[in-house]
């Protein structure tokens, strides 16, 4: 089920952001939505996947989120009850459309909000490893447990970390709204400084016994990409994305067989991916010719040298130099 297992995770920030618009609870939208990917996670091998998961999603997350809403509510008045000495069995049930669910958001709505969840995660507010876990968790689709397991910490550290995260987003008073202006361009900088962290940390993992972690720098591929598609005429989130296909490319050669590292100078060149390094070169080229340079597309350009010579000798090493 490795396909339905990527598309509910491409699915889930549009789900997320489906939940937020029309009930603006972030924290407990998430909630739901993890819940519900979840549920797919083990009903879908088993009855097969639905016609339109992305309304399926909302459909489960939006009831999980009531239902939820509903439990706080009924132990609420139970508590008002108790302090006030009323039976519990004079407690009226709120009604059954004191809550609606959201749309389904079927093919009528396709809104795609992944860029503003992700300026909302990477909040300035929030540090840059909040930023992280609460990007992968809420845009990345990942279950607690497996962002735990792929930072190598406890789940319960990580539960907190995330639950932290949420609170100081919520004390902060953020909206689910695309910030303007300079903040805008100061909250696309934390944007790709905690993609760019992601997809460091699967590239050459910074604890344990793995050199790298593919389902990390493949994640962070994916969110960098809905960032370009989102704001196709940033020469950095291009430069971004260049950079991490250009790099990811050599991910072949990097390794023995044993699992020990390859340096560059001695990796089977014939093992590098082409249709990332024509991709990244391609998107290189672009940001270079028609916007302002950044840091992200400098390293891009630094990689592209490295990959674009068949062989160690023949590096530019003089434009590296430049760079």
């Known amino acids: 089920m490795e396909g339905g297992e990527q598309l509910w995770r491409a699915l889930a920030p549009q789900v997320l952001g489906a939940l937020v618009r029309h009930y603006g609870d972030f924290d407990r939208a998430e909630d739901a939505v993890q819940e519900a990917l979840l549920a797919a996670s083990t009903q879908w091998p088993r009855d097969g996947m639905p016609h339109d998961p992305r309304a399926w999603l909302v459909r489960v997350a939006s009831r999980r989120l009531i ?47 992944t860029l503003t969840l992700l300026l909302l995660c990477c909040h300035p507010a929030l540090t840059p490893p909040s930023q992280v876990a609460l990007t992968l968790r809420a845009v990345g689709g990942l279950t ?53 962290l992601v997809f460091n940390e699967g590239y050459t993992t910074s604890h344990g016994s793995q050199l790298q972690r593919i389902d990390l720098t493949r ?35 990097r390794t023995a067989a044993d699992g020990s590292l390859v340096p560059l100078s001695e990796q089977d060149r014939s093992l590098w991916l082409p249709e990332p390094i024509e991709e990244g070169i391609g998107l290189l080229t672009w940001s270079l010719a028609s916007t302002p340079v950044g840091p992200y597309q400098l390293q891009a350009a630094i990689a592209a040298v490295h990959d674009e010579a068949s062989t160690v000798g023949s590096t530019g090493w003089e434009k590296v130099l430049v760079l």
């Open 144 to 196: 607690t447990a497996e962002i735990a397991s792929a930072f190598l910490v406890p789940e319960s550290t990580m539960a907190q970390r995330i639950s932290r995260a949420k609170q100081g987003i919520r004390a902060e008073g953020a909206r689910f709204i695309a910030p303007e202006g300079e903040e805008l361009r100061q909250r696309m900088a934390a944007v790709l400084h905690v993609l760019y």
């Open 219 to 253: 994640e962070a591929i994916r969110l960098a990409r809905a960032a370009r598609e989102l704001l196709p005429d940033d020469g950095e989130v291009a430069g971004l994305l260049a950079l991490m296909l250009l790099t990811e490319a050599r991910r072949p050669a």
């Open 67 to 113: 239902d939820h809403w509903r439990a706080d509510d009924a132990r609420a008045r139970r508590e008002r009850a108790d302090a006030g000495g009323v039976p519990t069995d004079a407690l009226v049930e709120a009604p059954a459309d004191a809550w609606v669910e959201a749309p389904e958001a079927g093919s009528g709505d396709v809104r795609d909000d």
